[in-house]
C-alpha cells in the first residue's frame, strides 16, 4: 500500500500545484514499485492472485491519500509559518484528535507504568525519531525539491527494512531482494535526477571560452579579437 503514495503525492501535486509530470518521472515511479512489488512478493509474481483486500487495506489508502495531501499542501503553504511553528501546530492538531482515542484505552494505563526499560526505550524512539526528527526533515525536503520527488524515496523503507532485517534479525537476503533493490534504487534515481543519462563532454573549439572570432577589416586585414563571455556563468 505503501508503494501507492508516489502516484498519489504526483497526481495531487499536479492538480494543486500545477506542477508538471515528466515521462521519465513516470518511469521512475513504475520501476521504483516494481521493485518494491519484487520484493514483497519474494519474487514469485503467482503470490499476486493470493493477494486480498480487507478493511485494513482500505484504510491505508485513506491513510496515504491524507499523507499526500498533507505534503502537498506543506508545499503550497509551509512558507507561511516558521518550519518549526507548522509542526508545532501539526503535533498540537494530532494530540486533540488522539486524545479522545486514548481516554478509551485507559485500562491499558496500568500495564503502560510497568513497561520494561527495553519497552520504555522503544517508545523513547519512536517518539523522537520517527514522529519528530523524521518529519522535520521531511517537511524540510518537501519545501526544497517538492512533494513529488521526496516522495518516491519513500519506496526505499521497503529497501531499508529487508536491508535491518538481514543485519539485525538475522533474515535471509534472496535474490529477490537483490532484484527488487536494485530495481529500487534505479527507479528512485530516474525519478528524482534532475538530468538522467546526461552525461559531461569535453567541449569542442567552438565551444570554449577561449576561442576568438574573426572578421576582415576595412584595409583588407583580418582581425581576431577574443569571444566574450558571458557574464551571467
Excluded at 489508502?61 to 506543506?74: D, H, K, Q
Excluded at 479522545?100 to 510497568?114: G, K, Q, S, V, Y
Excluded at 576582415?216 to 551571467?232: C, F, H, I, L, S
Aim: glycine residues 8%.
Amino acid at each position: 500500500m505503501n508503494t501507492a503514495a508516489p502516484i498519489v503525492v504526483l497526481a495531487l501535486s499536479r492538480v494543486l500545484l500545477g506542477e508538471r509530470v515528466k515521462p521519465v518521472q513516470l518511469v521512475g515511479i513504475v520501476l521504483s514499485c516494481a521493485g518494491v512489488l519484487w520484493i514483497l512478493v519474494g519474487g514469485d509474481l503467482h503470490r499476486l492472485r493470493t493477494l486480498t483486500f480487507h478493511l485494513g487495506d482500505v484504510l491505508m489508502l485513506v491513510a496515504i491519500t491524507a499523507w499526500g495531501l498533507y505534503s502537498v499542501l506543506m508545499k503550497k503553504h509551509g512558507h507561511l509559518l516558521p518550519q518549526r511553528a507548522s509542526f508545532l501546530v501539526t503535533i498540537a492538531m494530532a494530540c486533540a484528535l488522539l486524545f479522545p482515542l486514548a481516554a478509551t484505552e485507559r485500562a491499558e494505563w496500568d500495564a503502560f507504568l510497568t513497561l520494561s526499560p527495553m519497552a520504555l526505550a522503544l517508545l523513547i524512539y519512536v517518539g523522537t525519531f520517527p514522529s519528530v526528527i523524521a518529519f522535520l526533515l521531511w517537511n524540510r525536503a518537501v519545501m526544497i525539491i517538492g512533494p513529488s520527488r521526496a516522495s518516491i524515496y519513500l519506496n526505499l523503507i521497503v529497501l531499508f527494512a529487508a536491508i535491518l532485517g538481514a543485519l539485525v534479525l538475522g533474515e535471509r537476503v534472496t535474490l529477490a531482494h537483490v532484484v527488487g533493490g536494485i530495481l529500487v534504487m534505479g527507479g528512485v534515481y530516474l525519478a528524482t535526477a534532475p538530468t538522467p543519462f546526461r552525461w559531461s563532454r569535453r567541449p569542442t573549439q567552438f565551444e570554449t571560452p577561449e576561442v576568438r572570432s574573426s572578421f576582415v577589416a576595412g584595409d583588407g586585414k583580418t582581425v581576431t579579437r577574443p569571444a566574450k563571455r558571458n557574464p551571467n556563468k
